[in-house]
């Protein structure tokens, strides 16, 4: 079944983006036997010919195949559609519906794209499957620990905590000990199309790039979270209005109308009465967050103990203790106050490097308000 | 898993080789006869005599004037312009055009109707009932009278051999213009403009071993088209551009050969689809023939397979050196849901396979090829089920 001396055959998710082209590149010279893979999530509709509209789906497509092409590997695009559309686009629109902000590609991550690939790989004889994620995983004795990313810049273990952790050794990370820049010196070193492209911030669903377009075609129209509201402060005093609670997240300063309004940040969306509460920067702080929908990678913390919960992608973990721990939740408490803690975003617990586990931010404790 | 035996193409209705013969009626065009036909020169003349043998050696393939036939560069071009082409000549007339297909064209067709449509076309589409084209909505859309009436000779996914000798007499009756694509029926049935009401035909080069961006339009009258492309004037300004002479005696050449070898090969390709067939279906639960018990060419052989994915089953054929395809080559590299089997077959939901025959296949591949294509659906339902 192996291809090569001392290589296996690893499946890897491939984008079409320099770091995937990059660890399929990283893969072919440690000797395994690479297979490519891209997944089609989304289909742009329309007639792609003649709108000429550049489909970030196609070209992701088309830039992984030349890239497989190039290192000679076979690369073979899987339609998941329906599934990424069960699994993540509802839950995304589904979860704005709510009042919360969604972290897509972690639903992507957790529930579609490593099972579906593990699954269609071991079809194709591989034993593995591998992602151009800036993670390390350390395969001492035992389980596999998932570590953050070398390059903390470019670190992405926020948006893998969702992995199952029985498929843990099943994955590779071949970028987890580069920084971004060196990547691209080795995209380039070895002449790949992607080497130069610039990082896709987007989602890849959203292809006007305001997920409100998505919103606005996915939910009825009369839905709340599309209808107008007030802008009110914490006391309940209306200082405007808003078109659809939606278009808000916690902690998010532009967007609220009226002069006084420069300095007020989003503290909570209240979708039952379609409120949009604002305020100044300091009644953003909070006590505390309950996380739920959990997963964990790593033994779940005793009640009492500390660790780190990061809850926003590219900010700092935060010092916390453990307060409870059920089976559906977990209850924490931040040793100093957090700001801007966004219900529906990923709350991620760290022990030092390690991933220990995470879940999505249900709601916080001891707002100041 | 690993392909240690030779690797089996089934993918020729996708594209061919270029067969040595068609090389061998390149060659002199492309070095020693390399003028440009428009040129008064000695060199322009060698050219010119060149591109005039390939016109006439195809015109005589099909049965039809050298005068009929306008070299285009595929069958991708050649759709469009009869399409397309006809319908802004009815626009620079003044008359409401109106595009009739069959829900089962290529998208060459169907895109140039919907690009027609945006430009202030009609266009009617007529659907099938249990497979079999429905003559009725043809008749009605014809009685609209229509200023085209476009239908494939064979389907590229399925193999359904449409019935244009019935669809052009019904055409002819209203007076309304018949064009077909013709680019999988070429080689395997008899096609010729003139054994059949047909007035416009495309051909292609590359589904026949001639060379990759070559076509031809054969038309019974080019004047009710208008040109998509502009420049010198060649080929009756209706594909100018210096022509490409060595693709138009490489077209020409396979084009003789596809015809004259098809009674024989047709029967060869015939017999090694039926024994795959069989073997398939016996070995395969569930297994069905897309457009089974309809009249098929005899090079496609399409199945439809439950409880499998379509993705995954041709990945794994690949890794085990068997080229097949979802039903047609999509740019994507995705095999999106056929529009073909849906207009077929609404109901189904079924993975489809599509492998289809030609020069590369030998006789005694059959039974490989069952044993290869089984085990790759077994595997993928196993993943199915998982």
Redesign the interface.
């Known amino acids: 079944m192996n291809g090569s001396p001392g290589g296996r055959r690893i499946l890897v998710a491939m984008s079409g983006g320099v770091d995937s082209s990059v660890a399929a590149a990283m893969l072919v010279e440690a000797g395994h036997d690479v297979v490519g893979a891209t997944m089609k999530t989304f289909c742009y509709g329309g007639d792609a010919a003649e709108s000429r509209k550049t489909c970030c789906g196609l070209e992701g497509i088309r830039d992984a195949r030349t890239v497989a092409d190039r290192l000679e590997i076979p690369h073979y695009v899987f339609d998941v559609e329906k599934e990424f559309a069960r699994d993540v686009i509802d839950d995304f629109v589904a979860e704005y519906g709510r009042g919360r902000t969604p972290n897509p590609c972690v639903r992507c991550n957790s529930n579609t794209k490593f099972r579906d690939l593990l699954r269609r790989g071991q079809v194709l004889g591989c034993d593995g499957v591998a992602s151009g994620h800036y993670v390390r995983l350390d395969r001492g004795a035992g389980t596999p620990r998932l570590l953050r990313g070398a390059d903390r810049s470019k670190d992405q273990s926020y948006f893998l905590w969702g992995l199952p952790a029985d498929l843990l050794g099943l994955l590779h990370f071949p970028l987890g000990n580069l920084t971004k820049a060196e990547v691209r010196a080795r995209a380039r070193g070895l002449g790949l199309v992607t080497a130069d492209k610039p990082e896709s911030q987007e989602i890849c669903f959203v292809p006007t790039g305001d997920y409100r377009d998505l919103l606005a075609g996915r939910l009825p129209t009369t839905h709340p979270a599309l209808s107008p509201g007030a802008i009110v402060d914490p006391r309940g005093r209306v200082l405007g209005r808003h078109g659809g609670y939606s278009g808000f997240t916690v902690g998010q300063r532009k967007g609220i109308g009226g002069g006084r309004s420069e300095r007020y940040h989003v503290l909570e969306i209240r979708p039952e009465t379609r409120e949009v509460v604002v305020g100044p920067r300091h009644l953003l702080e909070v006590a505390g967050v309950v996380v739920g929908d959990l997963n964990w990678l790593a033994p779940p913390p005793e009640p009492g103990r500390n660790l780190r919960v990061q809850v926003r992608y590219r900010s700092p973990a935060l010092a916390c203790t453990v307060e409870a721990l059920r089976r559906e939740e977990v209850e924490l408490s931040f040793l100093e106050p957090a700001r801007a803690v966004a219900p529906g975003q990923s709350g991620v617990f760290f022990d030092g490097e390690r991933v220990v586990g995470g879940g999505r931010v249900r709601r916080v404790r001891g707002a100041r308000r | 898993?690993?392909p240690t035996t030779r690797p089996i193409y089934l993918d020729h209705a996708a594209t061919t080789p270029v067969r040595p013969e068609v090389a061998e009626a390149m060659a002199p065009a492309l070095a020693e006869d390399f003028g440009n036909p428009s040129s008064g020169h000695a060199w322009g003349r060698r050219a010119r005599r060149r591109l005039e043998e390939a016109r006439a050696a195809l015109a005589a393939a099909l049965g039809v004037r050298p005068d009929e036939v306008v070299f285009t560069r595929g069958g991708t071009e050649s759709d469009n312009l009869a399409v397309l082409g006809r319908v802004r000549h009815d626009l620079a007339r003044a008359v409401p055009p109106h595009v009739v297909t069959s829900a089962v064209e290529h998208p060459a067709v169907l895109?140039a109707a919907?690009?027609a449509a945006?430009e202030g076309a009609a266009h009617t589409v007529v659907g099938f009932d249990a497979g079999v084209l429905d003559l009725d909505a043809l008749e009605a859309a014809l009685r609209t009278r229509p200023s085209l009436v476009s239908c494939m000779w064979v389907n590229n996914e399925t193999g359904l051999v449409l019935p244009i000798a019935e669809i052009g007499a019904a055409c002819r009756r209203h007076g309304i213009p018949l064009h077909s694509d013709a680019v999988q029926a070429v080689g395997k049935l008899p096609v010729g403009r003139g054994n059949a009401a047909v007035d416009l035909l495309t051909v292609t080069g590359h589904k026949i071993y001639g060379p990759k961006g070559t076509g031809a339009l054969v038309a019974r009258d080019f004047r009710t088209l208008r040109p998509l492309h502009f420049g010198g004037g060649q080929e009756r300004g209706l594909r100018p551009g210096t022509e490409d002479v060595a693709g138009a005696a490489g077209l020409a050449e396979a084009v003789r050969l596809a015809v004259a070898e098809a009674p024989a090969e047709a029967a060869r390709l015939g017999a090694l689809r039926d024994e795959v067939e069989a073997g398939l279906l016996s070995r395969i639960p569930g297994a069905r023939v897309n457009a089974g018990g309809l009249r098929r060419a005899p090079h496609i052989l399409s199945l439809g397979i439950p409880e499998a994915?379509?993705?995954?089953l041709?990945?794994?054929l690949?890794?085990s050196g068997v080229a097949a395809s979802g039903g047609s080559a999509c740019?994507?590299?995705?095999?999106?849901p056929s529009r073909t089997l849906a207009a077929l077959d609404p109901e189904d939901g079924a993975a489809s396979l599509r492998l289809s025959f030609g020069r590369l296949t030998r006789g005694r591949d059959a039974t490989r090829i069952v044993r290869t294509v089984a085990e790759a659906v077994e595997?993928?339902r196993?993943?199915a089920a998982?």
């Open positions: 898993m690993n895109e919907g690009r945006r994915d379509s993705d995954t041709l990945a794994a690949d890794a740019a994507s590299g995705s095999n999106a595997r993928t196993a993943l998982s």
